[in-house]
């Protein structure tokens, strides 16, 4: 499973969040690195600078948002391997500190790993039964 939290509200892990990776491309302000506990500080799977200031975290650019930062990621894939390999192994937490909790990059990347991580379904054709 993969979830997010907000840095400020959970600076030490529970026990359901599996391994924590900071999401971030800045430091979120007033944690200091020590006291933060998490696996790594994934910088590379962010949004470009570009893009962060183009959304501005205004919700009317949402959709175009995750459209832009979907094909970031995929230019930039090797950045997801931590991620991908920490989810294969068990529960994963994006750490972000943006407020809005329900339009943030941590959202839109999890949106994107979940996709990317569902196991491909077969079609298989089924035969018409002959009564």
């Not at 993969?2 to 599996?18: A, C």
């Not at 943006?98 to 379904?121: C, T």
């Given at each position: 499973?993969?979830?997010?939290?907000?840095?400020?509200?959970?600076?030490?892990?529970?026990?359901?969040?599996?391994?924590?990776?900071?999401?971030?491309?800045?430091?979120?302000?007033?944690?200091?690195?020590t006291?933060?506990?998490?696996?790594?500080?994934?910088?590379?799977?962010?949004?470009?600078?570009?893009?962060?200031?183009?959304?501005?975290h205004?919700?009317?650019?949402?959709?175009?948002?995750?459209?832009?930062?979907?094909?970031?990621?995929?230019?930039?894939r090797?950045?997801?391997?931590?991620?991908?390999?920490?989810?294969r192994?068990?529960?994963?937490?994006?750490?972000?500190?943006?407020?809005?909790?329900?339009?943030?990059?941590?959202?839109?990347?999890?949106?994107?790993?979940?996709?990317?991580?569902?196991?491909?379904?077969?079609?298989?054709?089924?035969?018409?039964?002959?009564?």
């Open positions: 499973m993969i979830q997010t939290e907000r840095v400020y509200h959970h600076l030490e892990p529970g026990d359901s969040e599996g391994a924590r990776f900071l999401v971030e491309r800045l430091w979120p302000r007033g944690i200091k690195k006291h933060l506990k998490m696996d790594g500080w994934l910088k590379d799977v962010a949004p470009s600078a570009e893009l962060r200031k183009w959304y501005g205004d919700p009317a650019r949402w959709e175009e948002f995750q459209r832009r930062y979907a094909q970031e990621l995929r230019e930039h090797e950045a997801l391997d931590p991620l991908v390999e920490a989810a192994r068990g529960d994963v937490t994006l750490l972000y500190s943006a407020r809005d909790e329900a339009h943030n990059s941590a959202v839109a990347l999890k949106e994107y790993l979940e996709r990317g991580l569902r196991p491909a379904r077969r079609h298989a054709r089924r035969r018409p039964t002959v009564h």
